[in-house]
């Protein structure tokens, strides 16, 4: 079994919001209780709706958002005793919309080179060597490192920023929708590139994304979060094959389907989400749960272990109807 590179321990982040004249300062629960391994080489897909949590624990992954309780060890040292500059050489993002995230008065070399310099790692000639050849790795060809971004297509672009991310060689490289500001036609050739640099370079990934199909084509496990929690996580095959929790599942059956015999979701999920503020008492997805009885409605699920599978439901199983 491969060493563990990351591991969430516990970990929540709770924010103090003003709630205004009337209700003071109200506490925000972005992530509660989130527990999770990623081992070297696997690709951990953290999804789940705008809200629910994910990007707070990119956040506090990457070092920007300190946490509120439990722990994040990175090869086994703790988040909390680590420099920014510690963390940032061992795990890197790439964000969704490489156009915004890239400087447009800054060369392609130089946007590349930009996490070397700006850690004081390496000279001029050494910035320029690692350009070079970690261009060639994402398939950019090399007289484009005196371009500018917007110079570049779409996928170009987004190569850059997988370069800019990769040039350290950090440990894990933490993807944030990494497809999603792209073509059709191009987000094939970025997952490709993803997969290979994978094997290439033995990275670890962290995938966030709400796009299921992003998730099933690269990801090897996967974590589905609701209102700041994981609710279910396993291997990724057998999470899209025999989704557990009646939220994966609905996720799942959201997601557009050719097949007419499948029929419509049971549920649906532009129903309104709860507002975080006021999370719904026992289990918080129960406002919206086919299965939901009178006891979810007052008691918070714990979570069932059975090897990998893991699951938050009082009444785990197949859909209704299927078993
Ligand atoms: Fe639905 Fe109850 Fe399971 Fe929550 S605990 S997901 S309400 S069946």
């Known amino acids: 079994m491969n060493p563990e590179v990351l591991k969430v321990v516990n970990t929540a982040k709770t924010y103090r919001i ?26 951990l897909g953290l999804v789940g709706e705008s809200g629910c949590g994910k990007t707070t624990m990119a956040k506090m992954i990457l070092g920007l958002e300190p946490l509120t309780k439990g722990d994040i060890l990175i090869e086994g040292k703790s988040i909390r005793s680590m420099s920014y500059r510690e963390i940032a050489r061992k795990v890197q993002p790439i964000f969704q919309d490489p156009y915004s995230s890239l400087n447009p008065r800054k060369s392609i070399g130089s946007i590349i080179s930009l996490p070397l310099r700006a850690l004081g790692i390496g000279n001029r000639r050494d910035w320029d060597e690692k350009v070079r050849e970690i261009m060639e790795l994402v398939g950019l060809p090399p007289n484009l490192r005196h371009n500018y971004p917007n110079q570049l297509s779409g996928g170009q672009r987004q190569r850059v920023a997988v370069a800019r991310a990769l040039i350290m060689r950090p440990e894990i490289a933490l993807c944030d929708e990494p497809t999603s500001a792209l073509d059709v036609s191009v987000q094939a050739q970025i997952l490709n590139l993803l997969i290979d640099l994978r094997e290439a370079l033995g990275l670890t990934y962290i995938l966030i994304s709400h796009n299921l199909a992003v998730v099933e084509h690269l990801a090897t496990s996967v974590a589905v979060m609701y209102l700041g929690r994981i609710v279910e996580q396993g291997p990724a095959a057998e999470i899209f094959n025999d989704p557990l929790h009646p939220y994966t599942q609905t996720l799942l059956a959201s997601v557009l389907t050719p097949d007419p015999d499948k029929g419509l979701p049971e549920v649906r999920l532009d129903a309104e989400y709860p507002n975080p503020i006021d999370m719904p008492p026992g289990c918080s997805f129960h406002p919206r749960c ?10 918070l699920p714990e979570t069932l272990i059975d090897g990998e599978r893991k699951v938050a439901c009082h009444f785990p199983g197949p859909p209704r109807g299927t078993a």
């Open 290 to 299: 086919p299965r939901a009885e009178e006891f979810c409605r007052t008691t």
């Open 18 to 43: 003003s709630g205004g004249f009337f209700h003071g300062n109200l506490d925000l629960h972005a992530v509660s209780d989130v527990s999770f391994t990623v081992r070297q080489g696997e690709v």
